[in-house]
C-alpha cells in the first residue's frame, strides 16, 4: 500500500528559455533558417524577411518575418509556442491538408531563435475565417534582468521560475479574411551589413532542393535598406554546365541501392544491398576548369559541395560549409583525400550535389540539436562512406580518361607526322611523272614546301607536349620540395639574430659608458645610428624568421575554433578593458590550409589596430564575419574606429609605414599580413566601411584550392 504520495513537477528557471535557446540557436543565419522553415510547415506561400533600420542600429531597428500560413489561434500559443521543448510536429509529420508538406521543425526549438535576433517580439497571428488576431508580447530583456536579479539571491529564499512571468497577450478584431503570422522583433542585438544580408540570401537561397517540384509554390522575399535587397525573391541556385552529371536512386522493392561502378575506363550503375544509412537519392554535378568558368560567368553563386535535404528541405542549414583541405566546406570529408595524391582528387569546389533522405526512408540519419551536423552514429557514417565511394568511382573514370586522352594525344601526334611523310612522298611520285614545264609541277612543289614546314610544326608541338608533361611533373615535385627552402631561410634567420644579438649588446654598452668629449661625443653618435640600424635589422630578422617559421608547417585550421578563441578566450580581457562589443558571425565547421601561428598573428595585428582606433570612440565595436565566394574564403575584419584617412588608405601595406609608432608600431604587421596571404594567393584589402559612420574594414580573401 502506497502511503504519503505526492508529484514533482519540472520546473524552468527564468534564465533556462534563453540559455537553452542560445545554446541551440548559434547563429542569426541559423535563426532566420529556423523561423522560415515554421512557415513552411505552416503552409506558408510566401514569406518576406524585413530588415528596418539595421545598420547602424537605432531605436526604430527591427526585423519583420511575415507568412500568409495558417496561422496559430490563442490555445496554439498558449499549448504550443510557449510550451517549452513541446513541437506537435513529432506526431503530425505532414502539414494540413491540401499541402501536406513533410515538416521540417521537429524539435520544438525554433521559437528560440527570436531571441538571438532581438530582445522583444511582438508576435502577430489570425488563422483563417477567425475574425480575430491573438498578439503576443515577449519582453527578454525583462527575463535578463531578472535572470541577474536571482543571481544575487540565496536560493533558500525567493525564486521566479518561468512559469510565475506573464507575457501580454491580446486580441484584435480583424474583418478580412487574412490569415499568416507576423514576427516583429526590435532591440535588434547586432548590426546587419550588406555583406550579412548578402549572405543570409545565398543561405536561405539553398532551403529547397534544386529541382524539388512541390504542387503549392514557397517563395521567400527579402527587402533590406540597400539597393540591391530593395524587394528581392530569392531564388534557388541553378544547375548548369556541369561536365558530367550523376543519378542514383535506389529500387525499394528489392531493398537494393543503385551505387556507381567503373568498366572499362566507363561509369555504369549497379544495384547492390541497402545499407546502414538507408536507400538514398544521389545527384552529383562534376565540373571541369572549361565548364567552372562557365558557370561562375552565369551565376553569383559557386561550385560548392554536396548538401544534404530531407523530403526536399536542407537538413542542416550549414553543414555543406565544411571548407578544407582535410574537411574542406563539406559534410563527407570529400577533401580529406586530397594530400594523399590530390592531383588526381575530386573537391568540393569540383563537385555540386545534394544527398536525397526522408524521414521514412532514413529514420536514423539525425540532424544535430545545433542544427549544425548529423549525430554521429553508424547511419551517418556509412552515407558518409557511401557518398565518398560514388566519389571515388567519378575520379577512377576520370583518371582513365584522362590517361586515355594523353595516350590519344601522343599517337595522334606520331600519326600526323606519318601522314604528313605519306603526303610528301605521294607528291614527290606525282611530281616524278609530272613535265618540268607542267604548272601542276610548280604547284605540287610548293605544296609539298608547306606539307614539310607543317610537319616541321607538328614535330616541335609534340616535342613541346612532352616538355609540358615533363615540367608538370617537375612543379608537382617542387611542391612538395619547397619546404627546404624554408628550412634554408630559418637557419640562415637564426645565425644572423645571433651575431646582430651580440653586436647591438656591445654597441650598447659602448653607447652607455662612453666618456664624453669632442671625439667621444661623435663616437656616441655613430655608435647610436649603428644601434638603431641593428634594431631595424634585427626587425628584419624577426620578419624572416616568422616567414620560415610559419610557411613551413601548414597545417588544417578550423576557423571557427581559431577564431572563437581568439575573441573569447585570447582578447576577452582586452575587450573588456576597453568596452569593446565582439560581432563574430561565423556559423561553419570552415577549415582551411594555412599556418596556424601566421593566422593567429594576423588577428592579432588587426585587433591591435583596432584597440588603437578607439581613442576617442565610445560605443566600440569590432565584428568578424566569414563567407565563402567561388573558390575562396573571404573574411570581413570590421571596426567602428577612427578610421584611416584617405591620404593613408594606398600605404598601410607598405613596410615600416605606421602612424603608431608612439604606441609602438613598427609598420610590419599589415606588411607581413599581405604578404603572407599573397604567398597563398589570397589578399587583404582596405574596403568601404560596413559599420556606421566610420570605421574600417579589411576584407581577407583565402583561397581553397588554386585552379
Not at 37 to 46: L, M, P
Not at 645 to 664: K, M, N
Amino acid at each position: 500500500m502506497k502511503t504519503n504520495v505526492s508529484s514533482l513537477k519540472f520546473k524552468f528557471d527564468v534564465s533556462a528559455y534563453r540559455l537553452l535557446g542560445r545554446e541551440l540557436i548559434t547563429d542569426r543565419i541559423t535563426a532566420l533558417f529556423e523561423l522560415v522553415k515554421n512557415s513552411y510547415d505552416a503552409n506558408a506561400e510566401n514569406v518576406t524577411i524585413e530588415f528596418i533600420d539595421v545598420n547602424p542600429l537605432t531605436e526604430k531597428s527591427k526585423i519583420i518575418i511575415r507568412d500568409d500560413g495558417i496561422g496559430m489561434a490563442y490555445e496554439d500559443i498558449r499549448d504550443k509556442w510557449m510550451v517549452i521543448g513541446t513541437s506537435s510536429k513529432r506526431k503530425n509529420t505532414e502539414s494540413p491538408a491540401p499541402y501536406h508538406r513533410k515538416v521540417a521543425g521537429k524539435k520544438g526549438v525554433g521559437r528560440f531563435a527570436v531571441d538571438k535576433l532581438g530582445a522583444k517580439l511582438l508576435l502577430r497571428t489570425k488563422k483563417e475565417n477567425s475574425s480575430k488576431a491573438t498578439i503576443l508580447e515577449t519582453d527578454w530583456t525583462f527575463y535578463f534582468k531578472e535572470e541577474n536579479r536571482q543571481l544575487q539571491l540565496n536560493f533558500d529564499g525567493e525564486q521566479k521560475l518561468f512559469t510565475d512571468i506573464e507575457n501580454n497577450v491580446w486580441f484584435e478584431d480583424v474583418p478580412d479574411n487574412s490569415h499568416g503570422t507576423t514576427l516583429e522583433i526590435t532591440h535588434i542585438a547586432d548590426v546587419w551589413s550588406e555583406n550579412d544580408i548578402s549572405r543570409a540570401y545565398k543561405e536561405l537561397a539553398k532551403i529547397i532542393r534544386p529541382k524539388f517540384i512541390q504542387k503549392y509554390p514557397f517563395n521567400v522575399y527579402i527587402k533590406a535598406p540597400y539597393e540591391k535587397y530593395k524587394e528581392t525573391r530569392i531564388e534557388s541556385l541553378a544547375i548548369e554546365h556541369a561536365t558530367l552529371t550523376i543519378e542514383l536512386g535506389f529500387n525499394a522493392k528489392q531493398d537494393k541501392q543503385e551505387i556507381l561502378a567503373v568498366e572499362n575506363g566507363e561509369l555504369k550503375k549497379i544495384l547492390v544491398p541497402k545499407r546502414a544509412c538507408g536507400l538514398v537519392n544521389i545527384t552529383l554535378y562534376y565540373y571541369d576548369q572549361k565548364a567552372k568558368a562557365k558557370f561562375n560567368k552565369s551565376t553569383d553563386e559557386r561550385v560548392d559541395g554536396i548538401k544534404v535535404y530531407r523530403d526536399g528541405l536542407i537538413a542542416t542549414p550549414f553543414a555543406e560549409y565544411n571548407a578544407n583541405r582535410d574537411e574542406q566546406k563539406d559534410l563527407f570529408g570529400i577533401d580529406k583525400r586530397r594530400w594523399s595524391g590530390f592531383f588526381d582528387k575530386v573537391g568540393t569546389r569540383d563537385l555540386l550535389g545534394w544527398i536525397d533522405i526522408s524521414e521514412n526512408r532514413n529514420p536514423m540519419i539525425i540532424d544535430a540539436t545545433n542544427r549544425q551536423d548529423f549525430v554521429d552514429n553508424d547511419a551517418w557514417r556509412e552515407l558518409k562512406s557511401l557518398v565518398i565511394e560514388q566519389i571515388k568511382k567519378i575520379e577512377e573514370a576520370l583518371k582513365k580518361k584522362k590517361t586515355i586522352e594523353r595516350i590519344e594525344s601522343k599517337t595522334e601526334f606520331g600519326n600526323a607526322n606519318l601522314e604528313l611523310k605519306t603526303v610528301r612522298e605521294k607528291i614527290k611520285q606525282l611530281e616524278q611523272v609530272t613535265a618540268l614545264d607542267d604548272p601542276i609541277k610548280i604547284r605540287l612543289d610548293e605544296v609539298s614546301k608547306d606539307i614539310l614546314k607543317i610537319q616541321a610544326t607538328v614535330n616541335k608541338s609534340f616535342s613541346d607536349y612532352r616538355k609540358l608533361e615533363e615540367e608538370k611533373k617537375r612543379q608537382e615535385d617542387l611542391l612538395f620540395s619547397l619546404v627546404s627552402l624554408q628550412t634554408y631561410a630559418s637557419m640562415l634567420s637564426h645565425i644572423t639574430r645571433t651575431a646582430v644579438g651580440r653586436i647591438k649588446r656591445q654597441v650598447e654598452f659602448i653607447t652607455k659608458w662612453l666618456p664624453t668629449g669632442t671625439k667621444n661625443d661623435s663616437c656616441e653618435k655613430y655608435s647610436r645610428y649603428v644601434f638603431s640600424e641593428m634594431k631595424n635589422l634585427d626587425r628584419a630578422v624577426d620578419f624572416m624568421l616568422k616567414y620560415a617559421k610559419d610557411d613551413q608547417d601548414f597545417e588544417n585550421i578550423n576557423v571557427k575554433d581559431t577564431l572563437e578563441n581568439i575573441f573569447n578566450n585570447i582578447y576577452q580581457t582586452e575587450f573588456d578593458k576597453h568596452g569593446v562589443k565582439v560581432m563574430f558571425e561565423i556559423n561553419k565547421e570552415l577549415t582551411i590550409r594555412y599556418n596556424q601561428k601566421a593566422f593567429e598573428d594576423m588577428f592579432d595585428n588587426l585587433i591591435s589596430n583596432s584597440l588603437k582606433a578607439f581613442k576617442d570612440i565610445k560605443e566600440r565595436i569590432i565584428k568578424c564575419s566569414c563567407v565563402v565566394e567561388k573558390d575562396n574564403l573571404i573574411i570581413y575584419f570590421s571596426d567602428n574606429g577612427c578610421g584611416i584617412a584617405d591620404s593613408d588608405r594606398h600605404r598601410i601595406f607598405d613596410v615600416f609605414y605606421t602612424t603608431t609608432s608612439e604606441e609602438g608600431g613598427a609598420g610590419l604587421g599589415l606588411f607581413i599580413v599581405k604578404s603572407r596571404l599573397e604567398a597563398i594567393h589570397g589578399s587583404i584589402e582596405l574596403i568601404e566601411n560596413e559599420l556606421k559612420p566610420s570605421g574600417t574594414t579589411f576584407k581577407i580573401l583565402f583561397p581553397f584550392k588554386k585552379d
